[in-house]
């Protein structure tokens, strides 16, 4: 764990999505970064893209 998560610490898993290679998975980490939207990210959650409820 970094120390820029640390403090939020316990995680809990809400979001999986796999990729052909890591270039492809920084890439989308990116994305989702830039965004700098909570309201992005929880609809991202409940997405068909979210692999974690299939």
Request: proline content about 4%; glycine content about 0%.
């Given at each position: 764990m970094s120390p820029s998560?640390?403090?939020g610490i316990p995680?809990?898993?809400c979001f999986i999505k796999s990729f052909?290679?890591?270039t492809d998975a920084i890439q989308f980490?990116?994305?989702i970064?830039?965004?700098k939207s909570k309201v992005f990210i929880?609809?991202?959650i409940?997405?068909?893209?979210n692999e974690?409820?299939?």
């Open positions: 998560t640390k403090p995680w809990s898993m052909k290679n890591k980490e990116n994305f970064k830039r965004q929880k609809k991202l409940t997405s068909d893209e974690f409820h299939k």
